[in-house]
């Protein structure tokens, strides 16, 4: 690793607690449907119809919030009270006002590695709402470039990198998801290191180990100090 040049984070449970909120409002979105159907058959349809609508909403509060309107409307067979439908859109709401809450030392370990590399955040979401996280959070004036991109996939990285002007060997991503964070950086060519986080969304999960050279697992983000 001694040729990384930028490090890059994941922000949602990587800089700050982000899915626990979700959990909770599927919760709420759940006892709201409770007469119709159990509590496991609601979350099931609520989390098909996300994954269905990514490619027309992609991810953040916003699609969430249509999700959970499109699957009520789903689960009551077309007779969702428009009452529902406004306790929905107050579950949606209701995200978007969440306090920011760093994660670990987050701070500390931002404030040591920014005197050695150009620190960037890159991360998935909605742009206005992750812009509201940077800002409460308190961080952003330790990052050289904030990336709000659409996906993860190779080409989203490929791109961030252009702009960046750096190689993958010059690049390190540290995050929560496999599926988002280390997956497309490893094929990109870069450096990858997974924090897991204990709550993850369904979506983000991968069936298998991932074996590579660039990759490595720590059990907290301060342990990235020792990895640098």
């Known amino acids: ?5 930028v490090v890059a984070f994941d922000a949602d449970d990587t800089l700050w607690i982000n899915e626990p909120f979700f959990r909770e ?21 609520l989390f098909k119809t996300q994954v269905d609508n990514l490619p027309l909403y992609g ?8 999700s959970m309107i499109e699957s009520a409307e789903i689960i009551s067979k077309g007779t969702l ?30 404030q040591e590695l920014q005197t050695k590399y150009r620190l960037v955040v890159a991360t998935k979401g909605d742009l206005k709402d992750q812009h509201r996280k940077l800002h409460k959070s308190g961080l952003g004036s330790y990052f050289h470039h904030i990336e709000v991109m659409t996906d993860k996939e190779k080409i ?8 960046l002007d ?47 050279d660039n990759f490595t697992s720590i059990k907290k983000l301060s ?6």
């Open 59 to 66: 991810y953040g509060i916003k699609g969430f919030t249509l």
């Open 223 to 228: 342990e990235i100090k020792g990895l640098l």
């Open 25 to 45: 409002a599927e919760q709420q979105f759940c006892i709201l449907m409770e007469d119709y159907l159990t509590h496991q058959s609601i979350s099931q349809i």
């Open 1 to 5: 690793m001694n040729k990384i040049k």
């Open 81 to 110: 009270n428009v009452k529902i439908i406004d306790k929905i859109v107050k579950i949606g709401k209701g995200l978007l006002t969440k306090p920011v809450e760093l994660i670990d030392d987050v701070e500390a370990i931002l």
């Open 166 to 212: 750096v190689q993958p060997e010059e690049f390190i991503m540290i995050g929560n998801s496999l599926r988002s964070d280390v997956l497309p950086v490893l094929e990109l060519g870069g450096y990858a290191v997974h924090v897991p986080f204990h709550t993850t969304w369904l979506h983000e999960h991968i069936e298998h180990p991932v074996i590579h």
């Open 156 to 163: 989203d990285y490929e791109k961030l990198l252009l702009r």
